[in-house]
């Protein structure tokens, strides 16, 4: 069965930390690109972070240098760290194949003193 499954949300202070991991199928995680994607309360769902199965990144412009994507090609699994976080970074955390068009259950991240 394929599957991706996210991990590691909670609720966190302004300015704390959270490390999120997403466990995936092989068969839709070697070799594609991994992403994370983030939908919060009333709007769109938006990309957070992206990598590439070689290794390259790319980010959304709200959280350079506060988030950190990267993947364990051994264990299938794509983590994204987030520091510094911010009220306005509260939302679910989806992560995403490019193999695959579905979509796991997410995580929730709330932000709040």
């Known amino acids: 069965q394929v599957q991706l499954v996210e991990s590691g949300g909670g609720l966190v202070q302004p300015g704390g930390s959270l490390r999120l991991s997403c466990a995936a199928s092989?068969?839709?995680?070697?070799?594609?690109?991994m992403a994370w994607y983030r939908q919060a309360p009333g709007k769109q769902r938006e990309l957070v972070a992206r990598i590439r199965a070689g290794g390259s990144t790319t980010y959304a412009d709200s959280v350079k240098g506060r988030f950190t994507i990267s993947r364990d090609n051994a264990e299938n699994t794509v983590y994204l760290q987030l520091n510094s976080l911010k009220p306005e970074d509260t939302a679910v955390y989806y992560c995403k194949s490019d193999g695959f068009r579905g979509w796991g259950q997410g995580t929730q991240v709330t932000v709040s003193s």
């Open positions: 092989r068969s839709i995680f070697s070799g594609y690109a």
